[in-house]
């Protein structure tokens, strides 16, 4: 039973973050810069979400050849940023990654 | 654009993503039986809170015994980056009778909000596409919300029996590059990205990913902070 109610608390604890600002917009006058941040929010995430998956390997930074993650993210970063192909760079990524994890 | 052309442009999107989150929903399945969370309960977890991270860190915490309070708040903090995706689409669905904005709002996840921000913030403001943008991210919403329904459920059935050590998890920062970089066109661009990433490995190591959403926020300070041009 318990578990139950903690399920619908984290859920509507969840549901209301996701909601918050979609719910208010409208309904209140946002400060100048509120509007200039925005157009970050996407590039400063979704880096924020992905960085520590290339750079940590069990949450100690490792940057040399025994990171395979690594390479192969700089791998897909140079064929996003030449090509703009989403699948190529996915299969890019994961062909690198494995031709490394090989070696 | 009609509806179903962008409704099909959001699920083509998080197409790719799948391929990471699927292993990801078989886990959380294993894990939340190995804690003691009976199937029936981790397979309606996965409707009611929807949100993978915080989904692993209820399952853990019940099996630890943690009181209602503590597991809440912590489920808050793990989930406060999605408040700044809440603010970045706010204006696009401003215009949307409330039962929408009630199921985009349930439907906002990392993958599904990354699927559809390109195509939301291509579309024109008061443009005939503006008006069906909404599709777009039920879309990739739907498209998410399914696949992670039946990985979980697939992780409760079959449990350890699938092979989880296959590497796909790696779809999903290889999508997040995917769709992040072509959007680095910019100095200040660069900055927020630059920052975020940095912040974000340092600090790491903190508890109920607070580290990433300061990250996050580093990333927009850092952006806005960057003059418009050198002088």
Redesign the interface.
């Known amino acids: 039973m318990?578990?139950?109610?903690?399920?619908?608390?984290?859920?509507a604890?969840?549901?209301g973050?996701?909601?918050?600002?979609?719910?208010?917009?409208?309904h209140y006058q946002p400060p100048g810069?509120?509007r200039?941040?925005?157009?970050?929010?996407?590039?400063?995430?979704?880096?924020?979400?992905?960085?520590?998956?290339?750079?940590?390997v069990q949450?100690e930074?490792l940057l040399g050849g025994s990171n395979p993650?690594l390479w192969?993210?700089l791998v897909?970063?140079v064929v996003?940023?030449l090509w703009?192909?989403?699948?190529l760079?996915?299969g890019c990524?994961?062909l690198a990654?494995?031709a490394l994890?090989r070696i | 654009m009609t509806h179903t052309q962008a409704f099909s442009l959001g699920l083509r999107?998080v197409m790719?993503m799948l391929?990471g989150v699927a292993p990801f929903g078989v886990i959380y399945g294993v894990v939340a039986l190995q804690s003691g969370?009976?199937a029936l309960?981790a397979m309606?977890?996965s409707s009611?809170?929807?949100?993978g991270s915080?989904q692993f860190l209820?399952a853990q915490l019940?099996g630890a015994g943690a009181p209602?309070l503590l597991?809440?708040g912590a489920?808050?903090l793990v989930?406060?980056?999605?408040?700044?995706?809440?603010?970045?689409?706010?204006?696009v669905?401003?215009h949307l009778p409330r039962r929408w904005?009630?199921l985009?709002?349930?439907l906002?996840t990392?993958e599904a909000?990354?699927a559809a921000?390109?195509h939301l913030?291509a579309v024109q403001p008061n443009s005939p596409h503006a008006a069906q943008a909404h599709w777009i991210l039920f879309g990739s919403g739907i498209g998410l919300w399914a696949g992670w329904q039946l990985a979980t459920l697939a992780g409760v059935l079959l449990g350890a029996q699938l092979p989880s050590n296959l590497?796909l998890e790696?779809?999903?920062?290889?999508?997040?590059?995917?769709?992040?970089?072509?959007?680095?066109d910019s100095r200040?661009?660069f900055a927020?990205?630059l920052?975020?990433?940095?912040?974000?490995?340092v600090l790491?190591?903190m508890p109920y990913k607070v580290g990433?959403f300061i990250?996050?926020?580093?990333?927009?300070v850092?952006?806005?902070a960057m003059p418009r041009r050198i002088k």
């Open positions: 318990n578990l139950w109610w903690l399920m619908l608390t984290c859920g604890i969840t549901f973050i996701r909601y918050s600002f979609i719910a208010a917009e409208g810069w509120f200039r941040v925005l157009p970050f929010v996407p590039i400063a995430a979704l880096t924020a979400l992905t960085a520590p998956e290339l750079v940590l949450g930074i993650r192969a993210g897909a970063i996003a940023a703009r192909n989403t699948l760079t996915i990524g994961f990654l494995f994890q | 999107s790719p391929l969370v009976p309960a309606a977890m009611i809170v929807f949100a915080a209820l019940v209602l597991a809440a489920v808050g989930n406060l980056r999605h408040a700044l995706y809440s603010a970045s689409v706010a204006p669905l401003a904005k009630i985009l709002a349930y906002l990392d909000y990354a921000i390109p913030m590497g790696f779809a999903l920062p290889l999508t997040f590059i995917a769709i992040v970089v072509p959007m680095i200040a661009r927020a990205a920052a975020a990433g940095a912040v974000a490995v790491a190591a990433l990250a996050a926020m580093a990333g927009l850092a952006g806005v």
